[in-house]
Every structure is written in C-alpha cells, then in structure tokens.
C-alpha cells in the first residue's frame, strides 16, 4: 500500500529509550550525552515501565513486589531539580502507576512530561507516531468483555485497543514509529524464541512504519518485519543498548542513529552528579 505524501517537515531529532523503571536522573545524562554528542533533541520517547511516580500514592499503584516498589527521581524531574533536555512523551507498560494513570488520561503528567495514553496515534516533532500501552493477558486482552479493576488487569491492553491502533489505514497520515511496551512475534532473538505477540506483529504488518520500538524483556535486538525496522531497547541501566535515536534532515529524510554518545561516554555511579544533567 502506497503511503501518503505529506508535506516537507523541519529537522527533527528524537531520542528513543528503553526501560526507565523511575531512573530519571540517569535518563537526564544519557540526554545530555546525546545532545552534547548529536545535538539538540526535540523530543524524548519511552516504551513503557517508566514508573513516573509523582508520589507514594501513585508508587502503591504500581504492579509489583512491594520490596521493589519506589518513587524513584520522578520527584525530582516534576520539580525542575532534574533536565531531561526534550519534552519526554511515555506509553505505559506492565509496571505504571496505572490508577493514576487511568484517572488522569492521555495528556500532560507534570512539567515537560506527557502520557500518550492507551492506544492511538499522534504526531511529534512532525512525525507520525503510533502507540499502545501495556502487555497480553488473555484473560484481559482475548476476553469479549474486559475488566480492567486490578493493578495487574490494568497492566494489559485489550483487543479493541489493538484494533484502535490498526484503524484508518491508507486514510490516516503515514505512521513513521509504532511504540509497543511488548515485542512483536517471530523476530528470531537468541534465547527468546517465544517472545513477543502475533497481535503486535499483524499490527506492524498493518501500519508499516518506518520502526517499531520496543521494551520490555530488557534485550536489545534489532530485526525486520516487511519493511519495518523493529527495534527492542534493553533496561535504562543497560547504557547504549537501551536508546536509539531518530533524525530527520533538511531534505525529510529519515534514518535511525544506533551510537547515541560518544564512545568514551560512561554515566558514573550518581548520575545525579553528571554536570547539566541535574540543576543546582
């Protein structure tokens, strides 16, 4: 299917991360490693379980071992304490504060700080973005009626969201990213030869966008569906593997950068001490 033209866009650059998991502070130095590296970001994307915890009571709603659950440097990043350089635009993953969440809808968090929602497309930095929150249960996402009232049913999306994101094709503008929180089926990684969804896989095979980004399983793997470029970033705390970044040029051309700091960058043990990454 013939993809729509779309007017010529001005340069954009976007970095893609992996797993936050509520290290904002060291997101904050991988950004300004990027920036001092490549130049300015116009926006940050995140792929889910990003636990932007803007206190205890949002933490208590996150989906995990309560040893395990914390606030994290949201905080900080919500109170101008932290710089992340760009605009961060998140999806949800199996690890949210998902009440929280749900009650506030897509839109603005806190400063600078956007929740893309449950499952749609929207436009950043001139780029068409497709999106869906969340993982597979099928006892939430195969059923005919979901409900969705505990933390954990709140982490799965549902079939109507899938069908959501898949809506419009070849009447809609091009999607140039897919962000998934869960991998797509049948990308031949070594030792996750089971991993990912075939929902997620006939949806990508659907839209064809440029690159469907991906968390999750905390792996970096790189394959292809179609003409789509299908990118897993690893843990935040993974470094390198866990960004990529996005560049349009002058001429609108696009093209994905895979080194994203320079090769002797390496974030010390506080980032919170990383120069402009932290404000005084």
Same mark, same amino acid.
């Given at each position: 299917?013939?993809?729509?033209?779309?007017?010529?866009?001005?340069?954009?650059?976007?970095?893609?991360?992996?797993?936050?998991?509520?290290?904002?502070?060291?997101?904050?130095?991988?950004?300004?490693?990027?920036?001092?590296?490549?130049?300015?970001?116009?926006?940050?994307?995140a792929v889910g379980d990003v636990e932007a915890n803007r206190d205890e009571a949002d933490a208590a709603g996150v989906r995990s071992p309560a040893g395990h659950r914390g606030i994290g440097d949201f905080p900080l990043l919500a109170e101008g304490l932290i710089d992340l350089g760009a605009p961060l635009y998140f999806i949800g993953g199996n690890h949210e504060p998902w009440p929280a969440l749900d009650a506030a809808g897509p839109g603005r968090w806190s400063r600078d700080v956007y929740f893309l929602g449950r499952a749609?497309?929207?436009?950043?930095?001139?780029?068409?973005?497709?999106?869906?929150?969340?993982?597979?249960?099928?006892?939430?996402?195969?059923?005919?009626?979901?409900?969705?009232?505990?933390?954990?049913?709140?982490?799965?999306?549902?079939?109507?969201?899938?069908?959501?994101?898949? !809506?419009? *094709?070849?009447?809609? =503008? /091009?999607? +140039?990213?897919?962000?998934?929180? %869960?991998?797509?089926?049948?990308?031949? $990684?070594?030792?996750?030869?089971?991993?990912?969804?075939?929902?997620?896989?006939?949806?990508?095979?659907?839209?064809?966008?440029?690159?469907?980004?991906?968390?999750?399983?905390?792996?970096?793997?790189?394959?292809?569906?179609?003409?789509?470029?299908?990118?897993?970033?690893?843990?935040?705390?993974?470094?390198?593997?866990?960004?990529?970044?996005?560049?349009?040029?002058?001429?609108?051309?696009? !093209?994905? *950068?895979?080194?994203? =700091? /320079?090769? +002797?960058?390496?974030?010390?043990? %506080?980032?919170?001490?990383?120069?402009? $990454?932290?404000?005084?």
């Amino acid at each position: 299917m013939a993809r729509k033209r779309r007017a010529p866009a001005p340069p954009a650059r976007i970095l893609i991360t992996g797993d936050v998991h509520g290290a904002f502070a060291l997101l904050a130095a991988w950004s300004s490693a990027v920036r001092a590296w490549l130049g300015p970001l116009d926006a940050i994307l995140a792929v889910g379980d990003v636990e932007a915890n803007r206190d205890e009571a949002d933490a208590a709603g996150v989906r995990s071992p309560a040893g395990h659950r914390g606030i994290g440097d949201f905080p900080l990043l919500a109170e101008g304490l932290i710089d992340l350089g760009a605009p961060l635009y998140f999806i949800g993953g199996n690890h949210e504060p998902w009440p929280a969440l749900d009650a506030a809808g897509p839109g603005r968090w806190s400063r600078d700080v956007y929740f893309l929602g449950r499952a749609g497309r929207t436009e950043i930095a001139g780029l068409g973005v497709a999106f869906l929150s969340g993982i597979h249960s099928a006892r939430v996402s195969d059923a005919a009626r979901p409900r969705r009232e505990t933390a954990r049913e709140r982490s799965y999306y549902t079939a109507e969201e899938v069908r959501r994101v898949g !809506r419009g *094709v070849g009447r809609s =503008a /091009p999607v +140039d990213l897919l962000l998934t929180h %869960d991998w797509p089926a049948g990308i031949g $990684a070594p030792d996750r030869a089971d991993a990912g969804r075939p929902e997620l896989r006939a949806l990508c095979e659907r839209l064809r966008p440029r690159w469907h980004f991906c968390g999750h399983l905390h792996d970096r793997h790189q394959a292809t569906i179609g003409p789509t470029e299908v990118v897993c970033l690893g843990h935040i705390r993974d470094g390198a593997p866990a960004f990529a970044v996005v560049e349009r040029d002058t001429g609108g051309d696009l !093209r994905m *950068v895979h080194q994203v =700091a /320079p090769p +002797d960058f390496r974030p010390g043990p %506080d980032p919170r001490l990383l120069g402009s $990454a932290v404000r005084p």
